[in-house]
């Protein structure tokens, strides 16, 4: 029957947009995660830089280094 083959067509057809759809949210998530964790990472590197840097001025201070 010529309308099942075509509601078939259409609901194959949504099904691949649907499955594409989600791989292309998965993958934005993703790259929100993957910069976001960048970003947190750049911040926690810079904290223990400037930390590093105080730390090594008081012992200066202190006649330690």
Do not use: P, Y
């Not at 998965?26 to 993957?34: C, G, H, N, S, V």
């Not at 911040?43 to 090594?56: D, M, N, V």
Request: proline letters at 0%.
């Amino acid at each position: 029957n010529r309308s099942s083959a075509m509601r078939r067509a259409v609901k194959m057809a949504s099904a691949c947009v649907s499955a594409a759809r989600v791989w292309r949210l998965t993958a934005l998530r993703i790259a929100e995660d993957l910069f976001s964790t960048r970003t947190a990472h750049a911040s926690l590197k810079r904290r223990i830089r400037e930390k590093g840097e105080a730390l090594i001025q008081f012992l200066e201070r202190m006649g330690g280094v």
